[in-house]
């Protein structure tokens, strides 16, 4: 008996297995080497003790599984975490089953085995099995004999191929016929030697679409060395080209127009120069800039506005041959490069054709819209050789073009050079001249026609430059503007004005008015402080009404709630509104009716053309008896001669200002004429 219980522990002890036996109070009667060494436990900690005292923090399902298993049932587990002594976390599977003696339940006997390995290389698999079904990369594996075994869905989708339909075939069903055997044979070459290659292929889907695909082939071996799988790996580069090709196309070219943008014009223009140094063949660069883009932009939207741009530059390249660049540099400024001229006559005859193009009627949704460009055009090599010098002649005989009146092309010449350093110096010099004293104001007289008195005067601005003299406003308004010079050139002028306004009130007339030109740049720009002009008046002890403001149609084109908020201000504080040089831009009896003007002054170039029976006459008329319907009434300017005065007074002119009655005069030669009381009298 003692002889077959030795021999049952050496049993146990020596099992290839982790087992333990228990008797029916779960204490350790046997266990197996293999469990002391895998557990890291000792024999000694063990025998005699129970399990419980042996592990005290046995989880209460062991407890409970004990409990079945010494009612008779045996009870497994597949999969448990296992914390080893040394902190090791490991997966184990175990088997606890009662055993017998005479019938009856003697204890229990438990099985354990490690399962760590094979739980991880499983999870591995699944990992692997996921990515291999998820990845958007296609794969496809083969055996030894390169069959296809295994394809994924991505594989799927991009081949167009059915795993059903692949599976058994040799990869060559992908073949496109864009690579010769020669690529073949080194691929294989490769896979054979190295066991993997990579590279560019091109592969054709099931419906005999090419695509690019980048592919990377390795191999799996046998423990033996010979070949068990291949595995191809496709990244479909078909999709990263074109991704690459959006941002290319992003970077330079015009979302809006499809045309090349600014960066990718400048290159090009690079490259145009140095290709015309080689082929000695002269080059034309042109810009040109819409004329009235803004005001479409305005009173039309963005939306119109974008879609003449877009009309724009499909009319631009209907002008061009198809080596011809048009570009657009942004906003309503596009550009033009003409290279390999044979014939100079050529850039002629495209400004011209295109200006006429650009003239033509657009249709924007509902409604029709009529434009004009203006263009600036340099030659290489005979204006500049630089790309930078180029681009500026370019510029400058653009500008040119626009104040020459628009809707033409300019040719660079060296004069506009001079013109734009001397534009440049002038600006300089404003800067100071209001300081030092250079700027002063003259006024003109305005005569009402039914009292034949000079109730109102409109004030001038002039630069007494100490170097270049006496410089018309025309010649430095537009600089103060681009500058932002104009608002305090502005405000200097409206203390003036204010000022003057009381001087008069109280030596001449009490109703007597100053009118003062206002830039729209002033209402546009957010530091314009409109207070300090009701300040000026307040100071100087005068209602609004001493003053008259002169606006420009173009302004109320805008048409924004801040100048709609501007002009109710001045309607507020009873400061009149007059609209300078009607006729001249659109004329739209809509705006006069929306804004509360006071007065209309209609522009000289129809007061110029006045004569019995003339459309400037039938024109004048027109304005005259629209305006008295809508309460408005009207100055007419430039008046010169007495035939322009009768014929104008007769119409109905409510009042009228020109050299017939007088030029603008110092405030003191103005003083002279007002003390005797002069009216209609034409002066010298
Ligand atoms: P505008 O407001 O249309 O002013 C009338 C212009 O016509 C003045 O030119 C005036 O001298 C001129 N003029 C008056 N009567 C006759 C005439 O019988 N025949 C001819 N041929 N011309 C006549 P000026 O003073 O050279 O001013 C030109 C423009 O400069 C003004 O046109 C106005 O737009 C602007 N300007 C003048 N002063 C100021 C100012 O203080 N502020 C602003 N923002 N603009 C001003
Ligand atoms: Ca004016
Ligand atoms: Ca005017």
Request: overall charge negative; aromatic content about 10%.
């Amino acid at each position: 008996m003692q002889e077959k219980e030795q021999l049952l522990t050496l049993f146990v002890d020596n099992a290839p297995a982790a087992i333990a036996m228990f008797d029916r109070e779960m204490r350790y009667l046997a266990v197996s080497r293999r469990l002391l060494e895998e557990f890291h436990l000792a024999k000694e900690e063990l025998i005699g003790r129970s399990f419980y005292e042996a592990f005290p923090d046995m989880p209460e399902y062991w407890k409970e599984a004990h409990r079945r298993v010494l009612a008779g049932e045996t009870v497994r587990c597949k999969e448990e975490k296992y914390i080893q002594p040394n902190g090791k976390v490991e997966w184990i599977q175990w088997e606890k089953r009662p055993w017998f003696f005479r019938g009856e339940v003697g204890g229990m006997l438990i099985f354990i085995e490690i399962i760590t390995e094979r739980k991880e290389a499983e999870e591995g698999m699944r990992l692997a099995e996921m990515v291999y079904q998820g990845s958007s990369e296609a794969m496809m594996v083969t055996d030894e004999n390169n069959n296809i075994i295994s394809v994924n869905p991505a594989f799927e989708q991009i081949t167009g191929y059915k795993a059903e339909e692949v599976i058994g075939k040799d990869p060559h069903i992908l073949k496109s016929g864009k690579h010769g055997p020669d690529f073949y044979q080194a691929m294989w070459k490769s896979i054979n030697e190295a066991g993997k290659w990579e590279g560019e292929v091109w592969n054709r889907t099931k419906d005999g679409m090419e695509f690019s695909i980048l592919t990377k082939i390795n191999t799996s071996f046998t423990a033996d060395g010979r070949v068990f799988r291949r595995v191809a790996l496709f990244s479909d580069i078909t999709e990263k080209k074109k991704s690459d090709e959006l941002i290319w196309q992003q970077a330079n070219f015009d979302t809006l127009t499809g045309l090349p943008n600014r960066r990718l014009f400048r290159d090009r223009l690079n490259h145009e120069i140095r290709n015309a140094r080689r082929t000695r063949l002269p080059l034309a660069l042109m810009f040109l800039d819409l004329d009235g883009f803004k005001d479409i932009n305005d009173t039309l939207g963005h939306d119109m506005g974008d879609l003449l741009l877009k009309e724009t530059a499909e009319r631009l390249k209907s002008c061009l041959r198809e080596i011809d660049i048009v570009a657009r540099l942004g906003g309503d400024e596009f550009t033009i490069i003409l290279s390999e001229l044979h014939d100079i006559g050529r850039v002629d005859r495209i400004a011209r054709h295109i200006l006429q193009q650009i003239s033509r009627p657009f249709k924007l949704g509902e409604e029709m819209a009529h434009i004009s460009a203006s263009i600036g055009i340099t030659l290489y090599p005979q204006d500049a050789l630089e790309m930078e010098n180029l681009l500026k002649n370019a510029d400058q005989a653009m500008y040119s073009a626009k104040q020459e009146g628009k809707n033409r092309y300019n040719f660079y010449t060296r004069d506009m050079q001079e013109l734009a350093m001397y534009r440049m110096r002038l600006i300089n010099d404003l800067r100071d001249a209001l300081g030092e004293g250079q700027i002063e104001i003259v006024y003109q007289p305005i005569v009402e026609m039914k009292t034949g008195c000079i109730s109102k005067a409109e004030a001038l601005i002039r630069w007494q430059h100490p170097t270049r003299g006496l410089i018309n406003p025309n010649d430095f308004i537009s600089a103060a503007e681009e500058t932002g010079l104009i608002t305090s050139l502005g405000d200097w002028i409206m203390q003036e004005a204010v000022n003057q306004a009381a001087k008069w009130r109280v030596q001449y007339h009490l109703q007597f008015q100053i009118s003062v030109n206002v830039s729209p740049v002033q209402f546009r720009n957010d530091n314009i402080n409109f207070t300090t002009w009701s300040n000026y008046l307040e100071k100087a002890g005068l209602s609004g009404d001493a003053i008259v403001i002169e606006i420009t149609e173009g302004l109320l084109l805008e048409a924004s709630d801040k100048i709609k908020e501007q002009l109710l201000i001045f309607r507020d504080k009873g400061i009149e509104v007059a609209l300078d040089d009607f006729g001249t831009g659109y004329s739209a009896l809509s705006y006069l009716q929306k804004f509360d003007i006071d007065y209309l002054k209609i522009d000289q170039v129809f007061v110029r053309n006045v004569a019995p029976g003339s459309t400037d006459m039938a024109l004048c008329e027109a304005i005259i008896e629209m305006a008295h319907k809508l309460n408005i009434k009207v100055i007419a300017e430039g008046v010169e001669t007495e035939e322009q005065r009768s014929l104008l007074a007769g119409a109905g002119c409510d009042f009228m200002q020109g050299y017939l009655f007088s030029k603008p005069l110092p405030a003191d030669r103005l003083d002279d004429l007002l003390s005797k009381g002069v009216g209609l009298t034409p002066l010298q």
